[in-house]
T-cell receptor, first 114, second 116 residues
Framework: EADIYQTPRYLVIGTGKKITLECSQTMGHDKMYWYQQDPGMELHLIHYSYGVNSTEKGDLSSESTVSRIRTEHFPLTLESARPSHTSQYLC?????????????FGPGTRLTVL | AQTVTQSQPEMSVQEAETVTLSCTYDTSESNYYLFWYKQPPSRQMILVIRQEAYKQQNATENRFSVNFQKAAKSFSLKISDSQLGDTAMYFCAFNAGGTSYGKLTFGQGTILTVHP
């Protein structure tokens, strides 16, 4: 399996709390991505980064924010969690060049907001 | 914008048999990339196979092969000699290349169950 990690794997939290979902990879990949996936549903890109200090919003609008201060680390933050944020969040990374066409996925964080 | 459609929400197959999962897409791009990803229950998503649109030859990876019909915008996955470990959700995905390099658009997914 790929060397990309996400913590926590499961999180149950109350409305209004600030949360940070962690994602790290040890493959030296320059590109990293966050996807949102509802149970049994397709993935939607919410954020991506092509390198340090580079972040862009994805195709699906999200109230979350991301940062990329280090190559290996791409955390996602929700300032005030709401029940509508309940979902699975998948982090992925890819290498430079044509090798970057293949994305490597983390195990995901399943978030439940009560 | 690109769209990817998987019209089979669920499929099942007997062990050792062959199954084909369907995928269609819509794009105005001429050069792009197509993928099949596999998401086993409670495990990480992994790449199964990749096809470059400029290549006419269908990609194969061991028991997995694709039928890429560029004019019809169709990209099906054939799994031969199905194994219990093939049980997973399968996603078809599209990458437009160019400035969209690396960004994937996914289909709705097909849940495949392999029965012993």
């Amino acid at each position: 399996e790929a060397d990309i990690y996400q913590t926590p794997r499961y999180l149950v939290i109350g409305t209004g709390k600030k949360i940070t979902l962690e994602c790290s990879q040890t493959m030296g990949h320059d590109k990293m991505y966050w996807y949102q996936q509802d149970p049994g549903m397709e993935l939607h890109l919410i954020h991506y980064s092509y390198g340090v200090n580079s972040t862009e919003k994805g195709d699906l609008s999200s109230e979350s924010t991301v940062s990329r201060i280090r190559t290996e680390h791409f955390p996602l933050t929700l300032e005030s969690a709401r029940p509508s944020h309940t979902s699975q969040y998948l982090c992925a990374s890819s290498a430079p060049g044509l090798a970057g066409l293949t994305q490597y996925f983390g195990p995901g964080t399943r978030l439940t907001v009560l | 914008a690109q769209t990817v459609t998987q019209s089979q929400p669920e499929m099942s197959v007997q062990e050792a048999e062959t199954v084909t999962l369907s995928c269609t897409y819509d794009t105005s791009e001429s050069n792009y990339y197509l993928f099949w990803y596999k998401q086993p229950p409670s495990r990480q998503m992994i790449l199964v196979i990749r096809q470059e649109a400029y290549k006419q030859q269908n990609a194969t990876e061991n028991r997995f092969s694709v039928n890429f019909q560029k004019a019809a915008k169709s990209f099906s996955l054939k799994i031969s000699d199905s194994q219990l470990g093939d049980t997973a959700m399968y996603f078809c995905a599209f990458n437009a290349g160019g400035t969209s390099y690396g960004k994937l658009t996914f289909g709705q997914g097909t849940i495949l169950t392999v029965h012993p």
